[in-house]
């Protein structure tokens, strides 16, 4: 749309929307005008008008039903997300929004609006002042009921926990957020949004198996009831695939790769994770340092994916290693790095972390800047057999003992009684 086309539609809607009518009709029609002026200005970058916009709609909304006010403030903060570099804008609006919501004591939209301020907090990074704000929301809104809102609160303090590396706690706010969703209809996004996030603390339990199932339900319902090429599908997708390359399982990447499912999100992320996936099957350092560094983007970019690929990488490095080094008892650490094609410093830094996490025996020769490789001791099965003997003699002297215990406690319970009747005969002669 060209800029003259652009401002001619902007002040069309805007004579729309502040029309002296405020009929029901009137109201519905102004409603779209507002709707779409939004998603206009969002399409410009223009989040600033947005956010003018947003100001002087509030003399407006007087007239409007508070469910529809609440549901055009969230279009117009969703629209505005959309345009980047624009979230300290966000943030200064929400607060602005939340005191014009008190005052006008909307308690319905001030819940949804602190709760869209706790996400943007998460965004920013500012995680006590988000958890503060969670804590007194979900105090609130447990009391009046709304079980939707409560779900959408605990997903925001999962993803707040995971951030801050606080896996137990992010796994306590998901309980919370299946509790609320057992108890009532929850729409389909809403729970693939559940199930992605259960299946990234699985995979951070390096449970990758379960992590594989719940996020193919995340994406089976993301690809059924999200939008065309959404980008939460093509996550989970990628998810999809590390977890099978976390588990070595090649011909199941490339089966996902080329199903039907995954035919409409053919693009630079599938072929990412097809590249890592070729890369650990071959168990090729090279390959997998020019996947990272050809897919920069869709790999380094994404946390999640870039912590398990450090977590794969140093699993490849680790074996590439040990396979070098086994035919040797002695090498130098310098021809070790010159085999593997890496700088010396590096292979010299992760021998000393192998040694010391006993991936190997050995020691690193410093003066002679060699690594000296022990043999693996042979394991002496005589010891453990006269253990077991030693064992086994123990326990039968054990019982022997109770034994003799138990009858020597027998005779002197019976010997006065015998020694008693002697007497008596004898007292009766």
């Excluded at 709760?115 to 907090?121: M, P």
């Excluded at 995971?162 to 209809?185: C, D, F, I, P, Q």
Aim: proline share 3%; aromatic share 6%; charged share 30%.
């Amino acid at each position: 749309m060209s800029d003259a086309l652009g401002q001619e539609a902007v002040g069309i809607y805007r004579k729309i929307i502040f029309l002296d009518d405020n009929s029901d009709g009137a109201i519905k029609i102004k409603e779209k005008a507002v709707t779409n002026l939004g998603k206009l200005h969002s399409v410009q970058a223009n989040a600033g008008a947005i956010g003018d916009l947003l100001k002087e709609l509030r003399p407006v909304f007087v007239a409007f039903p508070k469910a529809k006010t609440a549901k055009l403030v969230r279009t117009l903060l969703d629209a505005m997300s959309k345009v980047p570099d624009s979230l300290e804008l966000q943030l200064s609006l929400v607060k602005e929004s939340v005191e014009w919501t008190i005052a006008e004591k909307r308690t319905f939209l001030r819940q949804r609006l602190q709760t869209k301020l706790c996400e943007l907090l998460r965004i920013k990074k500012e995680y006590p002042q988000a958890l503060e704000l969670l804590d007194g929301l979900i105090k609130e809104v447990k009391r009046l009921d709304d079980k939707n809102l409560l779900i959408e609160i605990f997903l925001i303090e999962t993803r707040v926990h995971y951030e801050l590396s606080n896996v137990a706690r992010a796994k306590g706010s998901l309980t919370g957020a299946r509790a609320a969703a057992n108890s009532t209809y929850c729409p389909p996004m809403l729970q693939a949004e559940m199930d992605a996030l259960a299946g990234t603390l699985c995979a951070e339990e390096n449970d990758f198996k379960t992590g594989f199932s719940y996020f193919y339900e995340a994406f089976e319902c993301q690809n059924q009831f999200g939008e065309e090429g959404n980008i939460e599908a093509v996550l989970a997708l990628k998810y999809m695939l590390l977890c099978k390359i976390m588990l070595k399982q090649k011909d199941e990447v490339n089966n996902i790769i080329n199903g039907k499912n995954a035919v409409k999100y053919q693009g630079v992320d599938l072929e990412a994770m097809g590249a890592i996936a070729q890369a650990s099957n071959e168990r090729s350092l090279q390959r997998f340092e020019q996947a990272l560094d050809d897919y920069n983007k869709q790999l380094r970019e994404d946390p999640f994916i870039n912590s398990h690929l450090a977590a794969l990488y140093d699993n490849l490095l680790q074996e590439n290693l040990c396979r070098i080094i086994e035919p040797y008892s002695r090498v130098e650490v310098e021809h070790i790095a010159k085999l593997i094609d890496l700088p010396h410093a590096q292979v010299h830094k992760k021998l000393s972390q192998m040694i010391l996490d006993h991936k190997f025996r050995g020691i690193l020769d410093q003066g002679a800047g060699c690594l000296v490789v022990f043999d693996e001791p042979t394991k002496e099965e005589i010891y453990p057999h006269a253990l077991g003997t030693i064992k086994n003699m123990d326990e039968v002297v054990t019982k022997l003992s109770e034994k003799v215990a138990k009858c020597y406690a027998g005779d002197l319970i019976t010997k006065p009684k015998a020694d008693e009747k002697e007497k008596k005969t004898e007292e009766k002669k």
